[in-house]
């Protein structure tokens, strides 16, 4: 294993050209790790994530496969995929969706999803205990660059998601879902807190109704 390999630091973002970044991932003790690329830095997240992470990501892509399932939107979610755009930059959120005619855009047997190939997310998203800070700042810039349609961080301690549309480079907070039409952030808000009181059933319940109500 090489010295490259052996000298970065986790949980911050580093500089390094493209070529170091792919050499740096090959270290097989990172293959659970989180990897980012973006802007001549790259950035490792080590696991092990904690219950209040995993549970927050689990109802989150419940929330969003619940409605798409009840709008009758084509849907396809990914849990920690890896989206790549060659020498320009590397994501692996806690969460991913394409939308409509995109659904089917990936066939199975793809590892790394190929940006220069393959379109992008509809949506990406970050569940954010330890790393708020940074999921609003530098992973916002990224996936600014990439060009997402839509990326939110689901904030843990205060329980609640944090929206952004991306165009023209840039991102601005939204209170409704564009890719999603009709499913609001506050409706996302009060289901996080639901959790913090009930078990996920319930919850997801809860949200079933709450979605068949705006179809009446």
Request: aromatic residues 10%; charged residues 25%; glycine residues 6%.
């Amino acid at each position: 294993m090489s010295n490259l390999q052996l000298q970065f630091p986790t949980d911050t973002w580093v500089k390094a050209t493209w070529d170091e970044y792919l050499q740096a991932i090959e270290d097989p003790r990172l293959e659970k790790a989180k990897c980012y690329y973006h802007n001549g830095q790259l950035r490792i997240e080590m696991p092990p994530i904690g219950h209040d992470h995993a549970c927050d990501h689990t109802i989150i892509m419940l929330a969003v496969s619940l409605f798409c399932i009840l709008k009758g939107i084509d849907f396809k979610g990914m849990d920690n995929c890896t989206y790549r755009k060659k020498e320009v930059g590397e994501a692996q959120p806690d969460a991913s969706y394409y939308f409509g005619e995109d659904a089917d855009a990936i066939t199975y047997g793809t590892s790394i999803i190929d940006l220069d190939r393959y379109p992008l997310p509809d949506l990406m998203i970050e569940v954010a205990n330890t790393s708020l800070s940074d999921d609003k700042g530098e992973k916002r810039i990224l996936y600014e660059a990439l060009g997402v349609s839509e990326y939110w961080i689901l904030d843990v301690k205060n329980v609640q998601v944090i929206a952004f549309a991306v165009e023209n480079g840039g991102s601005k907070r939204i209170s409704e879902s564009q890719v999603l039409p009709g499913l609001t952030i506050s409706l996302l808000n009060q289901a996080f807190r639901r959790t913090r009181q009930m078990n996920q059933r319930l919850v997801g319940a809860w949200l079933m109704e709450q979605f068949q109500k705006a179809n009446e």
